[in-house]
């Protein structure tokens, strides 16, 4: 069963409540989308306990996703290597790699800059999430 959500329209994709999902990001048959990752959390993260994962098994977006650095600055600095990421099992990305992620790209960055090859994660199956994706539009400006 899908949650009703209206339609966000927003100015840029970084103004987005969660994980955005467009160019080579986007799921089949959807231009522009995202998961609502506290609504995902919520149902699903009682009771979870973080897995450990490798890195190279890992996609995570580009650390100029939004047009800068994300691995530099205030953001990367307050970044804390102690709290997992999120992860989704099985969800096309694309690296074609077991592992989607969807928050903690500054975490892994700043572990694997630290020597590490894997992290603590809670992993979600593709599954799980389906009821949390939901679609938005760029609005244009006129």
């Not at 100015?11 to 160019?23: A, E, F, Q, R, V």
């Not at 995570?60 to 990367?76: M, T």
Request: with cysteine; hydrophobic share 35%.
């Amino acid at each position: 069963m899908s949650l009703a959500k209206p339609m966000l329209r927003v100015s840029s994709p970084g103004n987005i409540p969660g994980h955005t999902m467009y160019g080579d990001w986007a799921l089949s048959g959807r231009e522009y989308s995202y998961i609502a990752l506290i609504d995902l959390a919520m149902k699903h993260m009682p009771g979870k306990q973080a897995e450990t994962i490798r890195f190279s098994d890992i996609c995570a977006k580009p650390g100029d996703w939004f047009g800068g650095d994300d691995f530099s600055g205030e953001r990367y600095e307050a970044a804390k290597t102690k709290y997992p990421g999120i992860l989704i099992h099985a969800m096309p990305n694309p690296c074609d790699l077991p592992y989607r992620m969807v928050d903690g790209r500054r975490r892994m960055e700043k572990l694997r800059r630290g020597g590490s090859d894997s992290g603590k994660f809670f992993v979600f199956e593709f599954e799980d999430c389906k009821e949390f994706i939901f679609d938005f539009q760029i609005e244009e400006d006129t």
